[in-house]
């Protein structure tokens, strides 16, 4: 019974339960100290004051009661505010929390979606790039079989089977050494190298090929020879300018090709620079990407894996270089890259 009347009692709205207490509360006050007094006492002044005293009396208690009544709601009604705020901030973080994730979750598709594009081109052209010296060598291995064939002949095929065999070994090693730098397994053997006989040792090597296409190859010596020694790893340094010396040769088709070193400070600053077709700017990041010359949506693209700048920029980062790119399309690029004169090995991610 009292349970079922403090149901109903708790769901009446607060201001109407105060006026309802204050009602009962004071009926019952008037009269059973109205009939209490009257049986008690008959002298009328007495009667007069002790009704006095119970009406304030009543005003005092029924006073204290409703303060009191009206604090505790205030109270609760405070708490239950700070609750909702409270409520309010962990939805609103939360809500930004999956924003966020949304937003990383839908980056990481694009980044797959673009990788696996990339990664299916790149298998295409490898197809295509490891298919055509193989049917090189396979057809002119055949040819040689003829015993009809001349001298001149001879030397003919069997220089494009060599010429053959050197590409599809670079294709491989291209994809040997950039499986090495996926898997943090590519070493690094420092010491001390001259790098003056180093870019002349290059210069020398891809003259013969630069002249073949017209082109001029030439290295702008400023290094003293006290300033010319580097600590670094010589076979990744070769290979550095390498790639950029032959990446030069291969998209430049009249002018020259320059290579230069000058040192600042604790670091040397190389560049390879020709006069070839350029890079759009839109496209000078995507170039330092893995299979990024298989894009077969690049226009651009030409004999290759599209793997060589990509080690180029890994063996840099392994080193402690940086490399950047200022190229403008149809006037040619420069490749820079910079090198510590004592490396310091980063490893590889």
Same mark, same amino acid.
């Given at each position: 019974?009292?349970?079922?009347?403090?149901?109903?009692?708790?769901?009446?709205?607060?201001?109407?339960?105060?006026?309802?207490?204050?009602?009962? %509360?004071?009926?019952?006050?008037?009269?059973?100290?109205?009939?209490?007094?009257?049986?008690?006492?008959?002298?009328?002044?007495?009667?007069?004051?002790?009704?006095?005293?119970?009406?304030?009396?009543?005003?005092?208690?029924?006073?204290?009661?409703?303060?009191?009544?009206?604090?505790?709601?205030?109270?609760?009604?405070?708490? @239950?505010?700070?609750?909702?705020?409270?409520?309010?901030?962990?939805?609103?973080?939360?809500?930004?929390?999956?924003?966020?994730?949304?937003?990383?979750?839908?980056?990481?598709?694009?980044?797959?979606?673009?990788?696996?594009?990339?990664?299916? @081109?790149?298998?295409?052209?490898?197809?295509?790039?490891?298919?055509?010296?193989?049917?090189?060598? %396979?057809?002119?291995?055949?040819?040689?079989?003829?015993?009809?064939?001349?001298?001149?002949?001879?030397?003919?095929?069997?220089?494009?089977?060599?010429?053959?065999?050197?590409?599809?070994?670079?294709?491989?090693?291209?994809?040997?050494?950039?499986?090495?730098?996926?898997?943090?397994?590519?070493?690094?053997?420092?010491?001390?190298?001259?790098?003056?006989?180093?870019?002349?040792?290059?210069?020398?090597?891809?003259?013969?090929?630069?002249?073949?296409?017209? %082109?001029?190859?030439?290295?702008?010596?400023?290094?003293?020879?006290?300033?010319?020694?580097?600590?670094?790893?010589?076979?990744?340094?070769?290979?550095?300018?390498?790639?950029?010396?032959?990446?030069?040769?291969?998209?430049?088709? @009249?002018?020259?090709?320059?290579?230069?070193?000058?040192?600042?400070?604790?670091?040397?600053?190389?560049?390879?620079?020709?006069?070839?077709?350029?890079?759009?700017?839109?496209?000078?990041?995507?170039?330092?990407?893995?299979?990024?010359?298989?894009?077969?949506?690049?226009?651009?693209?030409?004999?290759?894996?599209? %793997?060589?700048?990509?080690?180029?920029?890994?063996?840099?980062?392994?080193?402690?270089?940086?490399?950047?790119?200022?190229?403008?399309?149809?006037?040619?690029?420069?490749?820079?890259?910079?090198?510590?004169?004592? @490396?310091?090995?980063?490893?590889?991610?």
């Amino acid at each position: 019974m009292v349970k079922a009347i403090s149901k109903i009692f708790g769901n009446i709205k607060f201001e109407y339960r105060i006026s309802i207490f204050y009602l009962v %509360l004071g009926i019952l006050w008037i009269y059973f100290s109205d009939t209490t007094f009257d049986i008690i006492f008959e002298d009328k002044r007495t009667l007069t004051k002790l009704h006095i005293i119970k009406g304030i009396s009543y005003f005092i208690v029924t006073s204290i009661i409703l303060f009191s009544s009206v604090k505790r709601h205030l109270r609760s009604l405070s708490e @239950a505010k700070d609750r909702a705020e409270k409520s309010e901030q962990i939805l609103q973080r939360k809500n930004i929390e999956y924003i966020k994730l949304n937003e990383e979750l839908l980056t990481a598709k694009a980044k797959a979606e673009e990788s696996d594009r990339l990664k299916s @081109a790149f298998l295409a052209n490898m197809s295509h790039e490891i298919r055509t010296p193989m049917n090189g060598i %396979l057809g002119f291995a055949d040819l040689l079989k003829e015993s009809n064939l001349s001298s001149e002949q001879q030397k003919n095929y069997i220089s494009i089977i060599e010429k053959s065999g050197t590409r599809m070994l670079n294709i491989i090693n291209d994809i040997v050494d950039i499986s090495k730098i996926e898997a943090g397994l590519m070493k690094i053997e420092l010491k001390e190298s001259n790098i003056n006989e180093q870019i002349e040792c290059i210069r020398t090597f891809f003259e013969p090929e630069a002249e073949s296409k017209g %082109l001029t190859l030439t290295y702008k010596n400023t290094l003293p020879v006290v300033d010319a020694t580097i600590t670094t790893d010589q076979e990744k340094l070769y290979s550095i300018l390498t790639n950029l010396v032959k990446n030069a040769i291969k998209y430049t088709e @009249a002018g020259g090709i320059e290579i230069g070193c000058f040192k600042k400070g604790e670091t040397f600053e190389f560049y390879v620079r020709d006069t070839g077709i350029g890079i759009p700017v839109d496209r000078q990041q995507a170039v330092f990407e893995r299979f990024i010359q298989a894009d077969v949506e690049d226009s651009k693209a030409r004999q290759g894996a599209g %793997l060589g700048l990509a080690i180029t920029k890994s063996y840099i980062s392994m080193l402690g270089g940086t490399i950047r790119l200022e190229s403008q399309e149809g006037a040619g690029s420069t490749f820079f890259f910079t090198l510590p004169c004592i @490396a310091v090995v980063v490893p590889t991610s």
